[in-house]
């Protein structure tokens, strides 16, 4: 399966930005599905995970009550709303998808997105 994400940008501090990954190749209601963020000098960490049905989701304590991560396998996409966000928010973020449907950490996941850069800046 192919990621694409896209929906970044620059925000203030405070403002929302909505993610989007949309995945072609194959049916991607087969994969759980995540994302990660990795700031600059700073390792890849992760940030939601969802499973292939959409009914569990998984948050970082440093994102939870902040992000949704959502998705709609008739679209193949997943989304990660960000609200409230803050400058530490800024880093690259990517998408990611597992055949294994409790993926929720970085090894989990064998297929990845390119990234789509969130600056939080005033």
């Known amino acids: 399966v192919q990621l694409q994400a896209s929906g970044g940008g620059l925000v203030q501090p405070g403002g929302s930005l909505r993610l989007s990954c949309v995945a072609s190749?194959?049916?991607?209601?087969?994969?759980?599905a995540g994302w990660f963020r990795q700031a600059p000098g700073k390792e890849r960490e992760r940030v939601a995970a969802?499973?292939?049905?959409?009914?569990?989701?998984s948050y970082a304590d440093s994102v939870k009550g902040r992000f949704t991560i959502s998705r709609d396998n008739a679209e193949n996409t997943v989304y990660l709303q960000l609200t409230s966000l803050k400058p530490d928010d800024t880093a690259i973020y990517y998408c990611?998808?597992?055949?294994?449907?409790?993926?929720?950490?970085?090894?989990?996941?064998?297929?990845w997105g390119q990234g789509t850069l969130v600056t939080v800046s005033s």
């Open positions: 990611a998808a597992s055949l294994y449907d409790s993926a929720e950490y970085l090894n989990d996941y064998e297929y």
């Open positions: 190749g194959r049916p991607f209601g087969n994969y759980a």
């Open positions: 969802i499973t292939w049905s959409g009914v569990s989701r």
